[in-house]
């Protein structure tokens, strides 16, 4: 199966079948283990952009992944791995998307943080 391929889900089809003219991909860091590689994690939010523009999309803008302090899914991990392949992500989605990437500037660690260190808090 093709990284194109495998963006295809129900709810990806429930959304184009829409026709937005503007989608926000919102890129959280749930999935990022030890073993992953940062190219792998770009190639495959390259490919979920790709499938939302074929389908008709004027504008997809992409967010950086924010920081988090825990890892549930991944107890192997640490916050400084996270933050190494984070900042290496984000820097390709810099690059690629320049000013079609929402920055969060204003969100800080862990200031903004529930008690979990993984989400936000709801203010």
């Known amino acids: 199966m093709s990284t194109k391929e495998a963006v295809h889900t129900k709810e ?8 937005p003219v ?16 940062p190219a792998d ?3 495959n939010i390259m490919a979920l952009v790709e499938t939302i523009k074929d389908a008709g999309t004027e ?18 991990m640490t916050e400084k791995r996270f933050n190494s392949i984070r900042s290496s992500i984000n820097k ?10 929402v920055k969060a500037d204003d969100i800080k660690f862990p200031k903004h943080y529930e008690d979990d260190l993984v ?4 203010e």
């Open 41 to 43: 994690v770009f190639r």
């Open 92 to 101: 390709k989605i810099c690059k690629t998307f320049g000013q079609v990437r």
């Open 12 to 19: 990806l089809g429930e959304l184009l079948e829409f026709h």
């Open 59 to 76: 504008r997809v803008y992409v967010t950086e992944i924010l920081h988090r302090g825990a890892f549930p899914n991944a107890p192997e």
């Open 22 to 37: 503007v989608v926000f991909v919102v890129i959280g860091g749930s999935d990022i283990t030890e073993s992953c590689v």
């Open 119 to 122: 989400y936000l808090r709801r």
